[in-house]
Nanobody, 121 residues
Framework: QVQLVESGGGLVQPGGSLSLSCTASGSIFSVAVMGWYRQAPGKQRELVATINQNSNTNYADFVKGRFAVSRDNAKNTVYLQMNSLKPEDTDVYYC???????????????WGQGTQVTVSS
């Protein structure tokens, strides 16, 4: 069993900052790419940022220069620092990880439970 548990999120005023974290636990052999997606009601889930084991990052254009993704490989944890938040950043944010549970196994996608981020005055 593998679990991704998120923390952080909440309500913040426009221009403010929030931090999210997500830790993978359970029967884990190796973790490849980790990252964050977000989803608004009635819309498709969209990529926010990803980071691989070598800390190479990829960002959606709408967060470049405002958000920063990082990870702690020893703790199987991914972080998302969100700065200069805008009302349109309001969404449920989901962490993601591609995890191998056995050395000979496939890389399978796992998702966190989602955490609400609301940007409003």
């Amino acid at each position: 069993q593998v679990q991704l548990v998120e923390s952080g999120g909440g309500l913040v005023q426009p221009g403010g900052s929030l931090s999210l974290s997500c830790t993978a636990s359970g029967s884990i052999f190796s973790v490849a790419v980790m990252g964050w997606y977000r989803q608004a009601p009635g819309k498709q889930r969209e990529l926010v940022a990803t980071i691989n084991q070598n800390s190479n990052t990829n960002y959606a254009d709408f967060v470049k220069g405002r958000f920063a993704v990082s990870r702690d490989n020893a703790k199987n944890t991914v972080y998302l620092q969100m700065n200069s938040l805008k009302p349109e950043d309001t969404d449920v944010y989901y962490c993601f990880a591609a995890i191998q549970t056995r050395s000979w196994g496939s890389w399978d996608p796992y998702w966190g439970q989602g955490t609400q981020v609301t940007v409003s005055s």
